[in-house]
């Protein structure tokens, strides 16, 4: 007997159908959740670079030289808040909720670990509409936020980094910029509570930023988290000194000072810590002869018997009626007003009381704009322009000139290179230039962590801005229709002004003559010099090396020595 049901297959193909349309789901969901893990793992990476250099730079500012050893001013726990605040600005729009965790190690030049410190990243979110200022928020949870705490806010397009002001009960209150509405996360960098040294051997910094977040869909097959990270390494080194970070782009006011290498051995870093080094003054140590430091950007000579150019490479051309120039005279920025019209003329003029008046004061507070230069070369010049006198070896700072200077007078055949620059010989000036300075650091100055410590008497240091400062190295005096270089008693290397008594003051014991007064100095190099408003008065101008940071590309073999002038960070491969 046929039994037609055993071989009746119909209906099959409904249960392969369904295997298959379940796996197919299934490597539909993996292959989502790995697309998405890779993304992830791409942001922890970039956020770990941008972690890693943001620290970095904090690192190579904070460097303090004592001879050739190496120590820094930041702490570990301040690197880590460094590199947790920019790499959290990085990690893009992650699920929520998310767990983050940062570990940031500090490497000697071989790798080595040197210490590290691992945290786990706070995460809250917030349900409010809010509008850009200051605001009072009340967080889901308030785990590790207190008064300084950063935070990143509503991570994705409309994402900022925030600094909590005040914290009362369950609520904290921050600027904002933007406005942020319905719910938004909140990520916080823990407060540092504690102050460790960094090692001094730290050369390197790597942070590792790792993730775990809800799987969109691995939850039907066991998988409800997964976990993804990066990493960056930077790397700090010397670099020759540029003019990033200055005011202007490097534009250099009114006064330059006379090159000592002992004094760059006492810098601040950067940004410029006022607290740990030592004050110098643009005038009051600073002269020689009735010249305290102040120079003349005026295009014509003020000395020459004709019209004739200094031998400066371009004049100030942004605001002049002089044929040439590019702009029309400037606001007189001088209380009260000095110059005529009320008007600033960039190209200056041969009075020297106008120019104590006038233009000098100006040029402090809108910089010179023409081009100063330490390596024009003035072995010929123009008509009716007398070419400076050679300068020789000048073995006293041109025998082993600091890596991180660019010193292009020095060398065979190089000592007619850089600008001359007239001076000012009619007193500091103080009254005159101490309130468009002071207006200078109060506009484009800015507020750092050291901005409310006390500078003394009363004062606070308030706003900062680094300029960068031109240093001479010989001095020329004018007699007679002759320039005539101004040597030390030995009379073999006019930058030396060592020796016997206080040669600053110009006295016989130092110099050939009593008492020689500087008519025009040679530029030979510069440095960034940063400015405090509380350090700035009618009777004195001080302010401190250093608050500048150097460019890696100007240290081609990325292992240029540590100094205490110029320090920069890079990324590097992380084997």
């Known amino acids: 007997m046929k039994i037609p049901f055993l071989r009746d297959d119909r209906g099959q193909s409904l249960i392969l159908v369904a295997g298959g349309f379940a796996m197919l789901c299934g490597a539909v969901a993996l292959s989502v959740d790995w697309g998405y893990s890779y993304a992830q793992r791409r942001a922890m990476s970039n956020a770990g670079q941008a972690g890693a250099l943001a620290a970095g730079r904090l690192l190579a500012g904070s460097v303090v030289m004592a001879g050739a050893s190496v120590t820094f001013s930041t702490s570990e726990e301040l690197l880590f808040d460094e590199a947790c605040k920019y790499a959290l600005k990085n990690i893009g729009s992650p699920v929520e909720p998310s767990t983050y965790g940062l570990t940031v190690e500090m490497l000697d030049s071989t790798g080595t670990q040197q210490a590290s410190i691992a945290r786990t990243i706070s995460s809250t979110t917030a349900t409010a509409t809010i509008a850009s200022g200051s605001r009072t928020v009340t967080p889901s949870s308030m785990t590790n936020i207190a008064a300084g705490t ?16 005040s914290v009362t009960g369950s609520t904290f209150t921050a600027t904002f910029a933007g406005s942020h509405s319905g719910t938004w996360a909140i990520k916080g960098c823990n407060n540092p509570t504690t102050s460790t040294v960094v090692p001094s051997a730290t050369r390197d910094l790597r942070a590792t930023l790792g993730v775990s977040y809800p799987s969109i869909f691995g939850g039907v097959i066991g998988m409800s988290t997964i976990q993804a990270g990066g990493s960056g390494r930077s790397r700090i080194g010397g670099s020759i000194v540029s003019s990033a970070g200055t005011f202007n782009g490097g534009t250099p006011w009114a006064m330059v000072r006379h090159y000592d290498p002992s004094e760059l051995t006492n810098t601040c870093g950067s940004p410029c810590n006022p607290s740990t080094v030592t004050a110098y003054s643009f005038w009051g140590n600073e002269s020689f002869g009735n010249y305290k430091g102040l120079i003349d950007f005026s295009k014509v000579s003020q000395y020459e018997p ?42 200056g003029t041969v009075s020297a009381s106008y120019e104590k008046a006038c233009s000098i004061p100006n040029w402090m507070y809108y910089g010179y704009s023409g081009t100063l230069s330490v390596s024009t070369s003035w072995a010929s010049v123009g008509s009716g322009q007398h070419a400076p006198t050679a300068l020789g070896t000048r073995s006293s700072i041109c025998t082993s000139p600091p890596s991180y200077l660019f010193t292009p007078s020095c060398g065979t055949g190089n000592d007619r290179k850089g600008d001359w620059v007239e001076t000012f010989t009619g007193g500091n000036a103080g009254s005159n230039i101490s309130g468009p300075l002071l207006s200078t650091i109060q506009t484009y100055g800015t507020t750092n962590e050291f901005s409310t410590l006390s500078c003394g008497g009363g004062c606070t240091y308030g706003k900062a801005l680094t300029v960068m400062v031109y240093l001479w190295d010989c001095a020329q005096e004018y007699s007679g229709g002759t ?25 016989t014991a130092c110099w050939t003559h009593a008492n020689p007064t500087p008519a025009r100095v040679h530029v030979f190099t510069y440095t960034p010099f940063t400015f405090y408003e509380g350090l700035v008065s009618s009777s004195n101008v001080k302010g401190f090396w250093g608050g500048g940071f150097g460019a890696p590309s ?22």
Do not use: H, Y
């Open 150 to 165: 950063v935070l990143v806010v509503d991570l994705g397009t409309s994402q900022e980094a925030v600094t909590v002001t």
């Open 306 to 347: 004709t019209t004739v150019d200094q031998l400066i490479t371009s004049w100030d051309k942004t605001g002049s009626l002089t044929a040439g120039a590019t702009g029309t005279p400037k606001p007189d920025k001088t209380t009260p007003n000095g110059c005529t019209s009320a008007l600033f003329d960039t190209a």
């Open 483 to 507: 320039w005539n270089l101004i040597q030390n008693r030995a009379g073999t290397d006019c930058a030396d002004m060592s020796g016997t008594g206080n040669c600053n003051a110009g006295v």
């Open 554 to 575: 100007t240290c081609p073999s990325s292992n240029c020595a540590l100094n205490s002038i110029s320090n920069t960070t890079f990324l590097v491969g992380d084997p």
